[in-house]
């Protein structure tokens, strides 16, 4: 009987009261803290960078106050400047909060390098072309030259000088091949 008459108790009812308002109070103070602390519909648009070299980009966004990191080199891209954006997160056009990071991925200055194999010399055109074509490389002019393998590569060229396995070309670079007309 005493817990009831605690209960519905003047001192009970008026702590009660005393809780709710607190705790309303402390929500709506908490609510309003995290919408000035956290900039809440305070954005600036992305802009696109895409084609801008670092510099620019940099100066563009430091105007906005937004910061980059770099995320990585893609496969050059030869319709772009060297060292300039292809491509970034998040994408141009969306709203995010200032000081937020803009990743970039951006056009190296050339294709790499890539390693001729071993062992295509005294292949057929047919084996080696779609390994050359495999690794990047074009194919250029077939130079036909007397010898008795019809069809293998005798040589492998590039701007009219021999090259051999395990030198090291542009990707896209242009080969020509010297191949056996099996005339002897």
Request: glycine share 6%.
């Given at each position: 009987?005493k ?15 005393i ?10 103070g908490?609510?309003k ?43 050059y891209?030869p319709?772009?400047p ?18 937020r990071k803009?990743y970039?991925?951006?056009?190296p ?65 242009t080969?020509?091949?010297v ?6």
């Amino acid at each position: 009987m005493k817990f009831f008459k605690f209960i519905f108790s003047k001192a009970f009812l008026l702590q009660l009261i005393i809780a709710a308002v607190v705790t309303v109070v402390m929500v709506f103070g908490t609510l309003k803290y995290l919408d000035i602390k956290t900039d809440h519909n305070e954005t600036v648009e992305v802009p696109d960078l895409s084609k801008f070299e670092l510099d620019i980009v940099d100066k563009k966004l430091e105007e906005m106050n937004l910061r980059r990191e770099v995320l990585d080199s893609a496969n050059y891209n030869p319709n772009y400047p060297p060292y300039s954006v292809l491509d970034q997160v998040p994408k141009p056009g969306k709203q995010v909060k200032e000081n937020r990071k803009i990743y970039l991925t951006l056009n190296p200055s050339g294709f790499i390098d890539v390693e001729i194999p071993q062992g295509l010399i005294r292949q057929t055109r047919r084996q080696v072309e779609p390994t050359l074509i495999a690794l990047g490389f074009q194919i250029g002019d077939v130079i036909m030259k007397p010898d008795i393998a019809k069809g293998a590569i005798l040589e492998l060229r590039h701007k009219g000088e021999t090259i051999k396995a395990g030198d090291k070309l542009p990707k896209t670079s242009t080969i020509d091949l010297v191949v056996g007309d099996g005339s002897l």
